[in-house]
Nanobody, 124 residues
Framework: QVQLVESGGGLVQAGGSLRLSCAASGRTFSNHVMGWFRQAPGKEREFVATINQSGRITYYVDSVKGRFTISRDNAKNTVYLQMNSLKPEDTAVYFC?????????????????WGQGTQVTVSS
């Protein structure tokens, strides 16, 4: 069982930066692929980024490549999402998720555990 708690969301102007954190409970954090997803009002939840167990392999949706960076610290049971050059279209609730998997996944159904989400609002 893995419990996830996100933090770091807020209101920022376009072009600004935020760093989201996701703290995980349990001793099996390092065994899980971790992902970040987001859900804008009236839209379906979508994939943003994922990272493998060691942190050496990452993958991003095209719309955030070059602006967002996912990373993890297994000693702290935490995964991060550094978001730079934010745009109004990045406004959403951001969720972290954990997958009991050996490969990266971009689909929601592959993730076993989810946090409650943190709101990110980017003003123009």
């Amino acid at each position: 069982q893995v419990q996830l708690v996100e933090s770091g969301g807020g209101l920022v102007q376009a072009g600004g930066s935020l760093r989201l954190s996701c703290a995980a409970s349990g001793r099996t954090f390092s065994n899980h692929v971790m992902g970040w997803f987001r859900q804008a009002p009236g839209k379906e939840r979508e994939f943003v980024a994922t990272i493998n167990q060691s942190g050496r392999i990452t993958y991003y949706v095209d719309s955030v490549k070059g602006r967002f960076t996912i990373s993890r610290d297994n000693a702290k049971n935490t995964v991060y999402l550094q978001m730079n050059s934010l745009k109004p279209e990045d406004t959403a609730v951001y969720f972290c998720a954990a997958a009991s998997s050996v490969i990266l996944h971009t689909t929601l159904a592959k993730y076993d555990y989810w946090g409650q989400g943190t709101q990110v609002t980017v003003s123009s």
